[in-house]
């Protein structure tokens, strides 16, 4: 079991660049794919980036691609998503997300995740 705090929420003026952390308890952490999903106001939770066991893969919704980035540090339980060119569209609760899985491959399904954070507001202003 993982249990997962995320943080670096805030309000930004569009354009701005943020980057969120997410800090794991559990010493199997390596074992744990993970993923950071959004909510909007009014809308159904979504996923937005994965990152393998290693760190090696990672995928992104068509949303945020080429805008954020996210990557994991396994000797500090950490995972992160940076970022940039924010939108007001960007406007969520973020959640870090972890799913053991031994196996390749990912998932953009919600359901799929098994653990999740509090989640952290990200704010966007145009």
């Known amino acids: 079991q993982v249990q997962l705090v995320e943080s670096g929420g805030g309000s930004v003026q569009a354009g701005d660049s943020l980057t969120l952390s997410c800090a794991a308890s559990?010493?199997?952490?390596?074992?744990?794919?993970m993923g950071w999903l959004r909510q909007a106001p009014g809308k159904e939770r979504e996923f937005a980036a994965f990152?393998?066991?290693?760190?090696?893969?990672?995928y992104y919704a068509d949303s945020v691609k080429g805008r954020f980035t996210i990557s994991r540090d396994n000797a500090k339980n950490m995972v992160y998503l940076q970022m940039n060119s924010l939108k007001p569209e960007d406007t969520a609760v973020y959640y870090c997300?972890?799913?053991?899985?031994?196996?390749?491959?990912?998932?953009?399904?919600?359901?799929?995740?098994?653990?999740w954070g509090q989640g952290t507001q990200v704010t966007v202003s145009s």
């Open positions: 559990g010493h199997t952490f390596s074992s744990y794919v």
């Open positions: 990152i393998s066991r290693s760190g090696s893969n990672t």
């Open positions: 997300a972890a799913k053991y899985y031994s196996a390749s491959g990912y998932s953009t399904k919600v359901a799929w995740y098994d653990y």
